[in-house]
């Protein structure tokens, strides 16, 4: 499943700056909002082709991953453009290549909508976030507004051919995976949601 994964999105990377061009301008001031809260040593979850780079507070250490090495080709030159320290590396996020309690901060963005196992990979983040961590999130999720999230119902079997499932309760899953959420806004009505969540023990 791994490799079909990889490919996918390989080839998905070709014309992903394009694809998602406009949201990566209407939703620009709130990552950087989000991102702002960044600390310590962080990791970046699926970092694509480095769209985000532009709105990490300078001087930090990252590292950036994901799981398609096409993705990780395109984000080299905003990653070498960053003020700061940041390393690219090929990984899956359901088996992290890292230590338990390496970061002070993990953030991801509009990534588990696509990650197959939300929940395992969840649990990796908790894993390697330290016990005072943050994870911060920036997600697209399923409506509580019933006409909305029965057009995201029927929406999801096409669009999950192209990577993305539009109903998933990504912040259900949070909770299911060990985290207490502390901070959820809404960016785009009930769908589009920036979230600050902690390790619930």
Not at 2 to 26: E, F, I, K, P, T
Request: charged content about 25%; aromatic content about 4%; proline content about 5%.
């Amino acid at each position: 499943m791994a490799r079909d994964l990889r490919s996918r999105w390989d080839r998905a990377s070709r014309g992903y700056d394009c694809m998602v061009g406009a949201d990566a301008v209407r939703f620009g001031p709130a990552k950087e909002r989000l991102l702002a809260s960044l600390r310590g040593r962080s990791l970046m979850v699926a970092v694509g082709t480095g769209q985000d780079i532009q709105h990490l507070p300078a001087g930090l250490r990252l590292v950036g991953v994901d799981i398609s090495g096409g993705m990780l080709a395109r984000a080299r030159g905003p990653a070498r453009a960053y003020a700061g320290a940041l390393a690219l590396m090929q990984a899956d996020v359901g088996l992290l290549p890292f230590s338990d309690a390496s970061f002070d901060t993990v953030a991801t963005s509009c990534t588990f909508c696509s990650v197959p196992d939300p929940i395992r990979g969840l649990r990796e983040l908790r894993r390697v976030l330290r016990p005072d961590g943050r994870l911060l999130l920036f997600e697209h999720v399923r409506s509580r507004i019933p006409p909305i999230a029965l057009m995201q119902d029927l929406m999801t079997p096409l669009t999950r051919r192209l990577g993305p499932d539009m109903n998933r309760d990504t912040l259900g899953n949070v909770q299911r995976a060990g985290f207490r959420i502390v901070r959820e806004d809404n960016v785009y009505l009930d769908i589009v949601k920036a979230a600050v969540a902690v390790s619930a023990d």
